[in-house]
């Protein structure tokens, strides 16, 4: 920053600071509205995802007799922690709004900001001890609990897109608890509000909550019921391992020694087994683990990649996903041998990117062995959740919404379907009946909530054991 911008800085400062609030309510609005639309921003905090598992947070606020505007914004995530202040004033000399960002790299921005049409542009140079650049976003605001903000940096060849990043107001919403949905148990479910995949437990009756890993690496759950089951892993890179995990102190018990892959698990009813997904061989085979987790079998041997398997609640068939057919649908096969049968059939997953379920998501089957529910795109490009019968006819569509629906889980006694959801910014947990109805939100937190299972309600959990 020049020492000009520096002694412009220094003159608002000292003018606002001698400001007095003698000319009443009128005046301070008056003042507050030159900053509109960023007015309705202050006194929220705000979150987005700037990228997977990075999760970038603004908390606005009036500062010095309100006379400027303050976000505060700390991103975490990406390897550390990475914060910054923008001080928003009001120049009276030529009736422009300027700003000045400072960042925990000591790097300082300098700009202006102005009303654009439905938008707000803001125009900035940016400097710190490694790098300059000259910088221009836009921020939308569609409703009273979301903006967007689009940037670009200036660069040889013109103007090149940085990031696009919606932020959602969090905690204005009460999150419900103790419904109808509240008989089926407490929900498990996995957050990066601690930086990597934790588990955290939810009481459904009180809404309070408990983190129950905090392993240096990523441990994500994947069976609830009694003996709820995880995989972890130290650190990234690392093959991830089966645990068994205690649902209410978090204790883990290692099972068996195969590397699994980062996919469901089916479970084989009295706890004679379990399904997993593992690439062992090179590419993604399903394979039977016997109740201690060694190997009993491997289930299938192709070259396509099968995984994210469930098993019915007769022990007899194994549902999965499979991109064997050329694109990434459901499948089903007898778990004793036999056919593999294709259960969806979707063109337009030849578009989806393999990462992305190819469409198709993890299928997870009812405990009365009869319906599968999944995550699926088939109107445009984000996931809703579906259900279908156990040969895959009577597909049902429970969720219509621009956001991604999905990680779809059934409650014990099969009433309610838990999912998560991003529709309003970052993802929180749902639940709705096999039918569609009672779509309620369960959390309104800053952190992504992720792939909710359900657990007994222990007696000894209280209320959720804070």
């Known amino acids: ?130 790098r300059s650049a000259a910088i221009r976003s836009y921020l939308e605001l569609p409703d009273a609990d979301r903006y967007r903000i689009a940037s670009e940096r200036l660069s040889d060849g013109g103007w090149e897109p940085m990031m696009k990043v919606e932020y959602r107001r969090f905690g204005v919403r009460p999150a419900e608890v103790g419904g109808e949905w509240s008989a089926g148990g407490d929900l498990l479910f996995n957050t990066t509000r601690d930086g990597d995949y934790e588990v955290y437990r939810r009481d459904l009756v009180s809404g309070a909550e408990r983190n129950l890993t905090r392993a240096a690496g990523t441990q994500w759950v994947y069976v609830g019921g009694e003996r709820p089951l995880i995989v972890s892993r130290a650190e990234t890179g690392t093959p991830y391992r089966l645990f068994h995990l205690d649902p209410l102190d978090g204790e883990t018990t290692p099972l068996g020694e195969l590397p699994v892959a980062d996919s469901w698990i089916g479970v084989l009813p009295g706890g004679r087994g379990y399904v997993v997904c593992s690439a062992e061989a090179g590419d993604k085979e399903l394979y039977l683990l016997a109740p201690d987790g060694r190997i009993d079998r491997q289930l299938t041997d192709n070259e396509a990649d099968d995984c994210q398997p469930d098993v019915t609640p007769d022990g007899r068939t194994v549902v999965f996903w499979s991109d064997r057919g050329g694109s990434g649908e459901i499948w089903s096969m007898p778990l004793d041998g036999g056919e593999a049968r294709r259960l969806t059939d979707v063109p337009a997953n030849d578009l989806v990117p393999a990462h992305r379920y190819g469409g198709e998501g993890p299928p997870r089957v009812s405990p009365d062995g009869a319906s599968i529910v999944w995550m699926s795109i088939r109107d445009g490009e984000t996931f809703d959740v579906y259900t279908m019968a156990l040969d895959g006819s009577g597909v049902r569509r429970l969720t219509h919404h621009l956001a991604d629906d999905g990680y779809p889980a059934w409650s014990p006694d099969g009433a309610w379907i838990a999912f998560d959801s991003n529709r309003y910014g970052t993802h929180d947990l749902y639940v709705v009946r096999p039918d569609g109805s009672g779509l309620t939100r369960l959390t309104d937190d800053e952190g992504t909530e992720l792939g909710p299972v359900w657990v007994p309600r222990l007696a000894s959990a209280g209320a959720g054991g804070g």
């Not at 000292?14 to 609005?29: D, Q, Y």
């Not at 990475?82 to 300027?98: C, K, M």
Request: glycine share 12%.
């Open 1 to 130: 920053m020049t020492d000009t911008p520096r002694r412009a800085l220094g003159a608002i400062l000292v003018l606002a600071t001698l400001a007095t609030a003698a000319g009443g309510e009128e005046e301070a609005a008056a003042h507050r509205a030159r900053f509109a639309p960023l007015d309705t921003l202050a006194g929220s905090c705000w979150g987005g995802e700037i990228s997977e598992g990075v999760r970038d947070v603004h908390c606005w606020e009036w500062v010095i007799q309100e006379k400027f505007l303050r976000d505060r914004h700390t991103v975490r995530g990406g390897g550390g922690v990475y914060s910054g202040d923008t001080l928003y004033a009001w120049d009276a000399d030529d009736a422009t709004l300027r700003f000045w960002y400072f960042n925990s790299l000591g790097g300082v921005s300098q700009g202006t900001a102005a009303v654009e049409g439905e938008r707000m542009l803001f125009e900035e140079s940016y400097e710190d001890a490694e």
